[in-house]
Every structure is written in C-alpha cells, then in structure tokens.
C-alpha cells in the first residue's frame, strides 16, 4: 500500500523558508518520479517541481526557480521541499505527490501525501 | 503554460441527475488530461486519466470525454458521495496546469 507521510503545519514569517518532508512507503522509492504540488486557499492546485528519486537536477515551475531546492534520502524514502524568501502568498497546503507511472515523469499526480499547511504572516 | 478553463465553477443537482463539467485548453493537449476529485480537506483524487480511462477502483458512473483543447467529465447518476470539487490538469507539457474546479453540491 502506497503511503505519503508529511511533516506538520509551519507558521512562518515573510522572508524566513520552510523545509518539508515527505517520508514515502510501499512501493520502490527509485523507480517512481516525485512531485511538489500546492493549493492556497480556495484556489486550483499549483505545481511546484519535480524530483528523480534516481538522482540528477530537480526541475522547478519557472516562477519558483531561484527559492525552492528539493532533495531526497534515498536510505529513509523520503523526498524533502525547501522554500525561502516566502511571502504571504505562499501560504498554502503544500502536498508531495508520487507520480503515476514508473521509469518516466508523467506528471500524474496518482497517490498524494496528506498536506502540510504552510502559513507565512507577520 | 497552457491555461485550463473550467466550467461551471459550482453547480447544484439533485441525487440521480446526470451532471457535466467541461474544459478547454488553450492549446492542442491531446488526450492528456487528467480529472481530479477533491473533497474538503483532503489531497485530490485521479479518477480520469488520458482523457477517458477510469482509474481503477473509480466508480463507474464518473466519464470522460474529448482531445484537443475540448473535454467533458460526467457523472451519469450523481450520488451524495460524488459532493467533491473537480479539477481538471494538463500533462501535456511542462509545467502542468490544472483548471479552476467545479464545486458539485446537492440541490
């Protein structure tokens, strides 16, 4: 059974970042792409980036390309999304979602985490 | 990025009414289009994927249609657990991009 774990809701202030985690289980950690995903509230979900499990550069929607870095530990399963130089309006739920086809990013977002809500505020 | 338009941005229907969302493209998507289910407080559901192909599991009164820039989701006999907001998503290209929702109430 495929399972998303992520770490708890953060009260940020604006400028600060924010590291989350995503500890996954159930399925080979390697063979599937990662995804960040988040949704402010009441809006349509937003892509952040993707990860290889496998190693190699991440890749970011471009509007986030110069604040978020996300990394993985492959000994734990689990992939992680920092963002810095946040601003009220990245308050948000922030979700990791595993991709739904093995070997190739699809960008089907198939199992999701349960969210983490970021909240940035002065 | 390829804008995702969705509509109508709620709705209310009765238990049993057939119901119909749309989404256009505003490029040519092919058939990769995803549909969603999200109900409060929890991460969305696939439930459609390459436009028409119901995810397993999914019930079967949930369709999709279309390719192009034009697609329809339905749900054939609406059920008072089908009360979700539905997204549709592009992946077609790089960054994907979902549409605005469509919150289905009960009438």
């Known amino acids: 059974q495929v399972n998303l774990v992520q770490s708890g809701a953060e009260l940020r202030k604006p400028g600060a970042s924010v590291k989350i985690s995503c500890k996954t289980s159930?399925?080979?950690?390697?063979?599937?792409?990662m995804h960040w995903v988040r949704q402010a509230p009441g809006q349509g979900p937003e892509w952040i980036g993707i990860?290889?499990?496998?190693?190699?550069?991440?890749s970011f929607a471009q509007r986030f390309q110069d604040r978020v870095t996300m990394t993985r530990d492959t000994s734990t399963a689990t992939v992680y999304m920092e963002m810095s130089s946040l601003r009220s309006d990245d308050t948000a739920v922030y979700y990791c979602?595993?991709?739904?086809?093995?070997?190739?990013?699809?960008?089907?977002?198939?199992?999701w985490g349960q969210g983490t809500l970021v909240t940035v505020s002065s | 990025d390829i804008q995702m338009t969705q509509s109508p941005s709620s709705l209310s229907a009765s238990v049993g009414d057939r119901v119909t969302i749309t989404c256009q493209a505003s490029?040519?998507?092919?058939?990769?289009l995803i549909w969603y289910q999200q109900k409060p407080g929890k991460a969305p559901k696939l439930l459609i994927y390459?436009?028409?192909t119901l995810e397993a599991g999914v019930p079967s009164h949930f369709s999709g249609s279309g390719s192009g820039t034009k697609f329809t989701f339905t749900i054939s006999s609406l059920q008072a657990e089908d009360i979700a907001t539905y997204y549709c998503q592009q992946y077609d290209s790089v960054p994907p991009t979902f549409g605005g929702g469509t919150k289905v109430e009960i009438k």
């Open positions: 390459d436009a028409s």
């Open positions: 990860i290889n499990p496998n190693g190699g550069s991440p």
């Open positions: 490029l040519d998507i092919g058939n990769s």
């Open positions: 159930g399925f080979a950690f390697s063979n599937f792409y």
């Open positions: 979602a595993r991709d739904r086809l093995a070997g190739i990013p699809a960008e089907n977002f198939h199992h």
